[in-house]
C-alpha cells in the first residue's frame, strides 16, 4: 500500500516533505523542518493531544509542544484538508492515515476498504 506521501506525490508530483539547502538557517536541521511540515499539513488539535497522551513522559512530548506552538500569523499551518485541487475523498483518506493519535488512526485493512481506491476517479487512471 501507498504510504500517504507516496499518494500526493503520484496525484500531485509534489514531494511534500523534500526540505532544499536553501530553506536551512545556520544550525537548522532538516528533520525539524520535516517534522514542522508535518504538524502544519497533518496535525489536527485533538489528534495531536492523543499522541502527546500516548507519547506519556518521552522527550518527544517536548519536542512535538515547541513545534505545535511556532505556528502563528507570521508562519501558518497549512492543514491538507484545505488544499485546493485535491480530490475530496484523497484528502479523507490521508488525514486519515495520518492522524497523530494512534488510537484514531485508520488501519491498513481499514485504508484498503476506503472507498477513494474504489471511486475510479480520474487521478488513479493518469497515474
Same mark, same amino acid.
Given at each position: 500500500?501507498?504510504?500517504?506521501?507516496?499518494?500526493?506525490?503520484?496525484? =500531485?508530483k &509534489? !514531494?511534500?516533505?523534500?526540505?532544499? @539547502?536553501?530553506?536551512?538557517?545556520?544550525?537548522?536541521?532538516?528533520?525539524? =523542518? !520535516?517534522? @514542522?511540515?508535518?504538524?502544519?499539513?497533518?496535525?489536527e488539535?485533538? $489528534? +495531536?493531544? $492523543?499522541?502527546?497522551? =500516548?507519547l506519556?513522559?518521552?522527550?518527544?512530548?517536548?519536542v512535538?509542544?515547541?513545534? &505545535?506552538?511556532?505556528f502563528?500569523?507570521?508562519?501558518?499551518?497549512?492543514?491538507?484538508?484545505?488544499?485546493? $485541487?485535491?480530490? @475530496? $475523498? +484523497?484528502?479523507? +483518506? !490521508?488525514?486519515? +492515515? %495520518?492522524?497523530?493519535?494512534?488510537a484514531k &488512526?485508520? %488501519?491498513? &485493512?481499514?485504508?484498503?476498504?476506503?472507498?477513494?481506491?474504489?471511486?475510479?476517479?480520474e487521478?488513479?487512471?493518469?497515474?
Open positions: 500500500m501507498l504510504i500517504p506521501s507516496q499518494c500526493i506525490y503520484a496525484v =500531485h &509534489r !514531494v511534500i516533505f523534500a526540505v532544499g @539547502e536553501d530553506e536551512l538557517g545556520d544550525g537548522e536541521d532538516v528533520l525539524a =523542518h !520535516v517534522l @514542522e511540515r508535518q504538524i502544519s499539513y497533518f496535525a488539535k485533538e $489528534g +495531536l493531544a $492523543g499522541l502527546l497522551k =500516548h506519556g513522559d518521552s522527550p518527544w512530548v517536548e512535538f509542544g515547541v513545534l &505545535r506552538d511556532g502563528n500569523a507570521g508562519n501558518p499551518r497549512k492543514p491538507f484538508y484545505l488544499w485546493q $485541487g485535491v480530490d @475530496e $475523498g +484523497l484528502k479523507d +483518506l !490521508v488525514g486519515r +492515515l %495520518t492522524n497523530f493519535d494512534p &488512526r485508520l %488501519t491498513a &485493512r481499514e485504508a484498503l476498504d476506503h472507498p477513494w481506491f474504489f471511486s475510479g476517479h487521478t488513479l487512471k493518469k497515474v
